[in-house]
């Protein structure tokens, strides 16, 4: 840790840079994607740098109330929630481990973990099993390393929420995706239209969100249209 805070950092304006002309797809996945490591890895730093703060009361010692306040007071462009998560990762996982699935997804996988009772290998974390459910409550087990960070969310929130008292039938999934198709083709290419099937306690509930206002007409239409009455009329 001595040696991490005798680290200096280069000042000065940041060098422009602009891509080249000639700049393939791949070369600018690569690109990107080496750009979005070394943020990881400047995360996992400020983040051991935070936690050196805290451990060794620094800020208190210098006369403030506390962590939090010395960064609020000097370090306003980064969040308290921001720097927390970097210091729990940081405490917890190596920079190389950072570096490869990132503080957020990490950060996610610690508070899986507590939820879940999971044992997870900080060194090797990539195959922890993580059930992920879909939007019909169907719950996949997928390894850590395979979840994007919406999936991880999905997770935890699964997790979270009591179970309900039984899984949806296979046909109400089934009227579920028919009704849906049938309302989303109502409406216009870019709408922000959307149709989800939930399982409340055990009934199929269906939620339409982002309908919009000037075309409530297009949804009554589309719910009493001849095409869902007869699916309707078959359950």
């Known amino acids: 840790m001595f040696k991490l805070l005798q680290q200096s950092f280069k000042g000065g304006p940041p060098v422009q840079w602009t891509p080249p002309d000639d700049m393939s797809l791949e070369q600018a996945r690569v690109e990107m994607v080496g750009l979005l490591a070394q943020e990881e890895i400047n995360h996992h730093r400020l983040g051991l740098i935070y936690s050196y703060v805290v451990d060794k009361k620094l800020a208190e010692l210098s006369g403030y109330k506390d962590a939090k306040d010395w960064a609020h007071q000097n370090l306003g462009q980064v969040s308290q929630s921001a720097l927390s998560l970097y210091g729990t990762v940081a405490n917890r996982f190596s920079a190389a481990v950072a570096q490869k699935f990132g503080m957020t997804a990490l950060y996610l996988l610690l508070t899986y973990k507590e939820l879940a009772g999971l044992k997870v290998d900080h060194d090797e974390p990539g195959p922890a099993p993580i059930d992920v459910p879909d939007a019909k409550g169907v719950v996949t087990s997928k390894p850590f390393a395979a979840c994007t960070v919406a999936e991880l969310r999905r997770a935890i929130l699964a997790k979270r929420k009591p179970t309900s008292s039984k899984p ?58 001849d095409a869902i009455a007869e699916l309707l009329a078959h359950t």
């Open 168 to 225: 949806l039938p296979p046909e109400a999934v089934t009227l579920a995706d028919q009704v849906t198709q049938a309302v989303v083709s109502c409406f216009q290419k870019g709408d922000p239209v959307r149709v989800q099937l939930r399982n409340h306690q055990g009934e199929p509930v269906l939620d339409f969100r982002g309908i919009p206002l000037a075309k409530l007409k297009q949804l009554v239409a589309a719910l009493t249209a």
